[in-house]
């Protein structure tokens, strides 16, 4: 008999109440407080065996602290990704420190935050550093995509994973008046073997109600475009909690007749379970 293949949420976000013990330094969107706890429940309620906990740069910045703490309460459930500072002066040391905690299976890169150049030292050492370990390198990059086109040329050998499918996504209603404006730019990047995308927060870019059926045509041609071997459904839970819920995140993907049944599989796991070679009660 056939195992089913695990459903992989690419990307959530888990933090704590802001306290002086833990004090946040920015803010996003959403409740005041999403525990590992709260994240597991919601994940439990509609089927998703696990999902890559990225701790989120809005709060914590490059402390990954609480993560960490997650990932031992729930070893089944979650692969760590952090973010690095390009500006570090030790992120070979930082790299290897992060890739030794049980549960890691990646770095990050915000280039949304400061302009960078793509022929910047530290973003290059990040990508660098994050092949010699063996993990892919997550890029938040909306608004500069060349940028990432340069560097994933410069770094052929670092797996480079964008986050949500490229393009700027909103934190609350509505959608912008054109989502998918970039769309032409994101899939010319499918050329570089070494890239993958992430179909996360899709579901915050439709102008229509749930199951959101406008945004099928365009994801339709990153599919077609990247091919399923390298797309990887998300629902960037929490940041959308003003646009949908977890579940309509989850369900829209299910319920949606634009996927074959082996499509599905692979964007909503299978995928994920390759290139990050992680996948929910592993013990990596």
Known sequence: MTTPTPTIDSQVHAYERNSPERPWQGHLQGPDEVTGDDMVAAMDAVGVDGALLVSPYSMYRYDASYALEVRAKHPDRFGLIRPFDPQSEAIDDEMAEWTQNPGVVGARIMLTYQPFEADHPGLNGILAAGARAGVPVNVMCSGNLPILRELARRNPDTRVVIDHVGLPQPFEPPAPPKPFAALADVLSLAEYDNIAIKISGACTLSHQPFPYPDIWEPLSKIFDAFGFDRCMWGTDWTRAVNLLTYEQGVEAFRV?????????????????????????????
């Open 256 to 284: 949606t007749d634009s996927l074959s049944e082996s499509e599905r599989s692979a964007l909503m796991g299978g995928a994920l379970a390759n290139i990050y070679n992680w996948s929910p009660g592993t013990n990596k």
